[in-house]
């Protein structure tokens, strides 16, 4: 990060504001860091899941018994065997524990088997005898939205049908500009695969579940209704979790590694190979998206019309969440009065899908910025013009009616970004690494043209539409030590840093002890939505302010003085009124203050079926510059260099921003240039890293980063989350600069080498 | 499972013999990978780790042989590179330093994959791969071991002890096209060899066939327009043809990794390109 101001460690207390390192930063550097597929249990069974191989079929027979037949399994369960609810789901209940008569996606659990060892479990998997019957495969969204496509499943074949229409509807501009998108199936690829450990209590009375998930007590919800229990019972302890980015958000092993561990009254494991872990969770839904943009002569823009489909793929996950977020955002970072959209979500036999990292506003992002570099190309303006132009400000009404009253400011971000220098011109040999084709030396210098984009982008905080995602934290204050406890989880975001700043600098105290994270308090909500900073960061907050106010109770009881003059300085408790001066663990010697603090963020509406109301909470936005270097003619890319100046309220933690922002450019980087599922009629056809292909240190570009820092009041600690936006805006910014690099009119996403390089 | 881990050449090929269908293991790079996915359950492995012999090479004027053990890492630089500089740039793209550390030639000519980095330069060269077993040492041409995706000539019994190809003089080099900067498998490659001695100018092609090809017609051809016994001439429209010819010898498929009409692209492309470089 180039400002320096912000990365410096200046002050000796890590408090907030410092980079202060994280307390799982040693183990995990060192490998000492236990994820949840390390946790191990004495007498513990391993579990595994059979999946169909099918996109679509009807199970017409299921014969387990050679399978029984096998030394060490313990028990094999199907869809009979589960005793509550049949069905889960994060909005809608209904995707079925195991299917029952029909399977609707590849990989859809059928079975799960208890047995000694995994490899037992994997040759009674095989020894399960299933008939199908395979079904026409619905793979298509626009045969998905024809009402005359039988249903695939009795919730019908749309999750969600959404318009917006504001202003003007009709208002025609001078100049109109008009392009269709694509948008591939983006995998979340976390590194720690999904991993869970359950424990039954005796008799089965109840169950305790380790995992590695985003969202603790959403989990034990549904866990306890398809078990059929009171949810006091399932109690959730999260497992060293590596990564997340959306896909631990939904249900994936929880109900089968419990539903065995009952089953077999003995603590049970279940873990996911990386090909199963594909098929394990939802990925970020694939899109087509059609925009007309009209403007007028001086590039004002007047209204934004066409329609956008996500498809869902078979069960419903969050993907009504998901197309309230695309269509929302279609307007972009972008002052406009005037719209008529219009959104499907649709149910197909392509593997699920749900939340990643940018929620339905990448997919938007993607064809608003393709739309505004070809405005600017219409109105003879450059990229940042046509953007700053056009920038919203703090006041705007979006097109829902909703007011911009976040701090906005995109024309800032825009600025600095430009005035990032670029990078210096290409100065390699032939063959070097660092040209577009990498390793393979396929190109000379001669072979290459520089292109540089534009990306700019607005994304909600928070949950939307009437979602009440609060978040609960406790804070213990005894001896000078403080004591936090919340169910936030840390999937690698580094919440549990910004919990001891927060305690540090309320209190005054240098040791903050971190709690175990489980369900033993209220939910924290999801670790997603970029919420956590400003959600849990606020309840833990509010908890150390309480059990501040009581200190300063006590303080000014013992000197007489009146606790609204006390303050807290450093580790001392300072009279501001007059010469007293404590330290924190000192006043706090034999004590124990505790006190609990619920965080709520402002109410939220739903939309009306004309797409108007307040459903978000609060905006962040961010700019990104790509330069890249294609090898037009092999149609191979090196993205050389990622500017970007992104808002994001009061710094907390410069380092890990930095590593947000560095991490979301490298994700969004690979939706640019290789990362996709490849799915063929519902098959997909390359599940594991050999084809599903990551960018690697030889792909990622230099970053430099500059955080618009301003204070953000709507925020409890003025800070927005700063998860998502640093993966949206990169990807069209690199895209448009391939299409600069190329003079192509490129609208899909990944660009693959084809795209640049062969006819159309 | 058994797991053998015999110190000589002679051991492991009498290892072999006492046990049929044995799986051996060198850098294990592809084996674990089999295993990993359940499609390979060995039930006995021999592992060649300490047969140094095989970890061995030898350059003479005459005659350079590869011990099959060799890692990769050790074709990037030193002596192997400069004898082989083809060698060493497909080396340098296979995976990453990790694979490289491990992984060996005679794992890749185990594996036969039509992507297998290594196999095109064996291709160029002429390599001649030695097979050794109960009966001797046996070698067999690059073109005729290879014989299939994932088949190769090598009969059960039969250890690949090294390959031995005749130094070239003049211009040897691989380039690869993968979707991404480093550790890919290859969509389409390219190994071109220029040898003065024999006047020759070879093209071998990986990933475009369910073998390597060797563009024999392309070479053929380009022997009538230039004198190979002396540098190739820059000549832009000799590379065009002779590229174009060489690409029409590809026999690619379309599949996750890629689509046949790009593929034959990148192999016209590629080829135009070494030729050029060649004559710089
Ligand atoms: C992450 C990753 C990236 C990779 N990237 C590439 C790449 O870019 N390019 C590429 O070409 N490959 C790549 N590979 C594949 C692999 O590394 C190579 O094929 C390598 O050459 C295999 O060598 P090995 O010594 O590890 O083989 P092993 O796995 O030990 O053996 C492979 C096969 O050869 C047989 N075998 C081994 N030694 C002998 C012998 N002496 N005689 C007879 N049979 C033998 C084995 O029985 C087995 O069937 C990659 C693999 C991984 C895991």
Redesign the interface.
């Known amino acids: 990060m180039k400002n320096s101001s912000t990365t410096t460690r200046s002050q000796s207390r890590e408090v907030l504001g410092t980079s202060a390192l994280r307390p799982d930063g040693v183990a995990k550097t060192q490998g000492d860091f236990a994820f949840s597929s390390d946790f191990q249990a004495e007498n513990m069974l391993w579990g595994a899941t059979l999946r169909s191989p099918h996109p679509h079929a009807r199970i017409v027979s299921i014969d387990p018994t050679d399978a029984w037949r096998i030394p060490g399994v313990e028990t094999i369960i199907f869809a009979d065997d589960v005793p509550g609810q049949a069905t889960y789901g994060l909005i809608a209940s209904d995707q079925p524990v195991f299917a029952q008569n029909v399977v609707r996606y590849m990989g859809e659990p059928i079975a799960a088997v208890a047995a000694d060892h995994p490899e037992t479990c ?1 040759r009674a998997l095989a020894a399960i005898k299933i008939v199908y019957e395979e079904l026409p495969v619905l793979f298509d969204m626009d045969l998905a939205i024809d009402p005359s496509t039988p249903p695939i499943h009795p919730d019908g074949n749309v999750f969600r049908h959404q318009r917006i229409i504001s202003g003007d509807p009709d208002i025609v501009g001078d100049v109109i500009v008009e392009g269709t998108y694509d948008i591939g199936m983006q995998d979340q690829a976390f590194l720690g695969l999904e991993a869970a450990l359950a424990y039954p209590d005796p008799g089965g009375a109840g169950v305790e579940l380790v995992v590695a998930t985003q969202w603790l007590h959403e989990d034990r919800k549904q866990i306890a209704d398809c078990l059929g229990m009171a949810p006091e019972k399932v109690r959730l302890v999260l497992g060293g979790v590596g990564g997340a980015f959306g896909a631990r958000e939904d249900i994936s092993l929880q109900v089968h590694t419990c539903l065995l561990a009952l089953r077999t009254g003995r603590p049970v494991k279940v873990q996911y ?1 990386r ?1 199963e872990s594909f098929f394990g969770h939802v990925h970020r839904h694939p899109g087509r998206i059609h925009l007309r943009h009209h403007a007028d002569r001086n590039g004002k823009l007047l209204k934004v019309e066409g329609w956008m489909k996500l498809d869902g793929g078979a069960y419903a996950s969050t993907s009504s969440a998901v197309l309230l977020n695309g269509i929302t955002h279609l307007q972009g970072p972008y002052a406009c009065d005037n719209s008529r959209l219009e959104a499907w979500a649709t149910r197909t036999n392509n593997p699920p899908c749900g939340a990643m990292r940018g929620f339905g506003v990448v997919q938007a992002c993607f064809a608003h910025e393709g739309q505004m570099d070809k405005l600017a190309v219409a109105l003879g303006l450059s990229p940042v013009e046509v953007r700053l132009r056009n920038a919203m400000k703090t006041g705007d009404k979006l097109f829902t009616g909703q007011v911009v009253d976040s701090v906005a400011p995109v024309a800032r971000c825009i600025r600095e970004t430009d005035a990032i220098p670029l990078p210096a011109e290409p100065a390699y040999g ?2 070097s ?1 660092e040209l ?9 210098p001669s ?1 290459i043209r520089r292109g540089i984009g534009w990306g700019v982008s607005i994304k909600n905080l928070m949950y939307s539409e009437g979602f009440d995602d609060s978040a609960e934290a406790r804070c213990t204050l005894a001896d000078g030590v403080a004591t936090l406890k919340f169910a936030t989880a840390e999937v690698g975001q580094g919440f549990v840093v910004l919990a001891q700043q927060i305690a540090r600098t309320i209190l005054g105290v240098d040791t903050v002890v971190l709690d175990a994270i489980d369900t033993q308090i209220g939910s924290a909500g999801s670790t997603s939505a970029s919420r956590q900073t400003w959600m849990s960061g606020g309840a833990v907050d509010g908890a150390c302010r309480l059990v501040r106010e009581r200190l300063f109770e006590q303080v000014a009881h013992v000197h007489n003085l009146n606790p609204l003059q006390l303050a807290v300085e450093g580790t001392d408790i300072v009279d501001t009124l007059g010469p007293l001066r404590v330290p924190v663990s000192e006043a706090s010697k034999g004590l124990r203050i505790e006190e609990t603090f619920l965080h709520r963020h402002r109410p939220t509406e739903e939309l009306d079926e004309n797409g108007q109301g307040n459903c978000h909470v609060a905006f962040a936005f961010v700019a990104h510059r790509a330069v890249v270097d294609v090898d037009t ?4 890319v ?1 993205v050389v260099q990622i500017a970007t100046a992104q808002d994001v309220g009061q710094v907390l933690n410069p380092l890990t921003l930095l590593g947000q922002i560095e991490g979301g450019i490298a994700q969004g980087l690979g939706l640019a ?2 990362e996709e599922i ?1 799915v ?1 009629r519902g098959v997909v ?2 599940p594991s890293f ?2 599903y ?1 990551l ?5 990622a570009p230099d970053v430099v980063a500059i955080p618009i820092e301003e204070y953000e009041p709507l925020a409890p600690l003025g800070a927005k989350g700063v998860g998502e936006p640093p993966c949206i805006s990169v990807t069209p910014a690199i895209v448009a600069a391939i299409r600069n690099a190329t003079g192509r009119d490129i609208t899909r996403t990944p660009v ?3 795209d640049i ?2 006819p159309t | 499972m058994s797991v053998y881990m015999p110190t000589t050449v002679d051991q492991a090929v009498a290892l072999l013999a006492q046990n049929p269908g044995a799986c051996l293991l060198t850098g294990g790079t592809d084996t674990m ?1 089999e295993v ?3 499609h390979l359950k060995p039930g006995t492995v021999i592992g060649l780790r300490l047969v140094s012999s095989l970890r061995e090479y030898t350059i003479t004027p005459q005659l350079i042989q590869i011990g099959a053990g060799v890692p990769y890492a050790r074709m990037e630089t030193g002596p192997l590179a400069e004898a082989l500089p083809a060698l060493a ?1 497909a080396a ?2 296979v995976g ?1 330093p990790q694979i490289r550390a491990a992984g060996t030639l005679g794992g890749n000519l185990g594996t036969c994959s039509p992507a297998g980095d290594g196999l095109p330069v064996l291709a160029a060269l002429d390599a001649v791969v030695n097979l050794r077993s109960p009966r001797g040492i046996r070698g067999v041409p690059f073109q005729d071991f290879m014989v299939g995706v994932k088949r190769n000539s090598r009969v059960s019994d039969e250890l690949i002890e090294s390959v031995s190809i005749a130094p070239t003089s003049g211009y040897q ?15 389409a ?1 390219v190994c071109l060899v220029h040898d003065r001695h024999t006047a020759s100018v070879r093209v071998a092609l990986g990933a475009v066939g369910p073998t390597i090809i060797r563009a024999r017609e392309a070479e053929a051809w380009l022997a009538t327009q230039v004198d190979a016994s002396t540098s190739l001439p820059p000549d832009e429209a000799v590379a065009i043809e002779f590229a174009r010819r060489v690409a029409a010898e590809a026999r690619p498929i379309d ?5 046949a ?2 593929r034959r ?2 192999i016209q ?2 080829t135009r ?1 070494l030729y050029l ?1 060649s004559t710089k």
């Open positions: 994997r190979s090909e032939t063959g690494l577009p084709g990498g390793s393979g030396r396929t190109s000379d072979h003619e092999l149609g191979l090196k240039v290789m490849v063929d056809k390359n050999t084809d292909l960018p690697t240190a030889l792909d693959r080498p084809q390089c062969l | 990978v990993n996915f359940n740039a340098r793209t990453s080099d691989y380039a690869k096209v993968g979707v991404r900067n480093a550790m890919v498998i290859s969509v490659s599949d996750h990794r890629s689509t009409d790009y692209h990148a492309t590629l390109r470089r």
